[in-house]
């Protein structure tokens, strides 16, 4: 009877699923609520241009650092509405998955592959806002620079999350720890290299 319950048991942790890193879910959370708060923001400084064109939004500062110019262009809104709802929908997203996964959840591993693919997508759409921003617009706006970070550091800690085995048997190996070391350096120089690039942009003009 003992080594039936002991078997029963090892089979138990053979088939239990890791759960992803306390501080990359801790990272996750901060950086989702941050891009929501952006994202909120922005709705709010474009619905009161909307309302009154000569509205001056909070964030514009200079010639180069102007939110006006940014959110009352064309590709502010370039799937018909307002890009920042895409933020205000998906942000919380982030926030609910990592804060469950703090709680002790261990969500599937489907559901940080699907957080991976949005990140992916997200970012995407980020670098040609960044190009958008730097090569014809000439302007950034502050609150989407943040949302550019929230976005990058999103995608890093999804694909960290993935690359340690989240979701998979706890028996699975460690050596994914050492490659998903790599990640936030990764992204990391790839922030970098993006806001050289719109940096060049900018001071090109």
Same mark, same amino acid.
């Given at each position: 009877?003992?080594?039936?319950?002991?078997? &029963?048991?090892?089979?138990?942790?053979?088939t239990a699923l890791q759960a992803p890193g306390r501080l990359a879910c801790v990272i996750l959370v901060v950086s989702?609520?941050?891009? %929501?708060?952006?994202?909120?923001? %922005?709705?709010?400084?474009? !619905?009161?241009?909307?309302?009154?064109?000569? !509205? %001056?939004?909070?964030?514009?500062?200079?010639?180069?650092?102007?939110?006006?110019?940014?959110?009352?262009?064309?590709?502010? +809104?370039? *799937?018909?509405?307002?890009? &920042?709802?895409?933020?205000?929908?998906?942000?919380?997203?982030?926030?609910? =998955?990592?804060?469950?996964?703090?709680?002790?959840?261990?969500?599937?591993?489907?559901?940080?592959?699907?957080?991976?693919?949005?990140?992916?997508?997200?970012?995407? *759409?980020?670098?040609?806002?960044?190009?958008?921003?730097? !090569?014809?617009?000439?302007?950034?706006? #502050? !609150?989407?620079?943040?949302?550019?970070?929230?976005?990058? +550091?999103? %995608?890093?800690?999804?694909?960290?999350?993935?690359?340690?085995?989240?979701?998979?048997?706890?028996?699975?190996?460690?050596?994914? $720890?050492?490659?998903?070391?790599?990640?936030?350096?990764?992204?990391?120089?790839?922030?970098?290299?993006? $806001? =050289?690039?719109? &940096? *060049?942009? #900018?001071?090109? &003009?």
């Amino acid at each position: 009877m003992l080594q039936d319950q002991q078997q &029963a048991s090892s089979a138990r942790r053979d088939t239990a699923l890791q759960a992803p890193g306390r501080l990359a879910c801790v990272i996750l959370v901060v950086s989702g609520l941050a891009g %929501l708060a952006a994202a909120l923001w %922005l709705s709010v400084e474009k !619905y009161r241009i909307l309302r009154n064109p000569g !509205y %001056l939004p909070s964030c514009s500062i200079s010639e180069v650092v102007d939110c006006g110019t940014v959110v009352q262009s064309w590709q502010s +809104t370039a *799937f018909g509405f307002p890009n &920042a709802l895409i933020g205000v929908a998906a942000y919380p997203v982030v926030v609910t =998955v990592a804060v469950l996964a703090l709680a002790g959840a261990s969500p599937r591993r489907w559901i940080w592959a699907g957080q991976l693919a949005g990140a992916l997508a997200g970012t995407v *759409f980020v670098h040609w806002l960044a190009w958008q921003t730097a !090569y014809d617009l000439r302007a950034v706006c #502050l !609150y989407c620079m943040v949302v550019w970070a929230s976005t990058l +550091t999103i %995608l890093g800690c999804s694909l960290s999350i993935l690359v340690r085995g989240a979701g998979l048997p706890a028996a699975v190996g460690g050596r994914r $720890a050492q490659l998903a070391g790599w990640v936030p350096v990764g992204v990391l120089v790839w922030g970098v290299l993006l $806001a =050289v690039v719109v &940096a *060049f942009g #900018l001071i090109s &003009a």
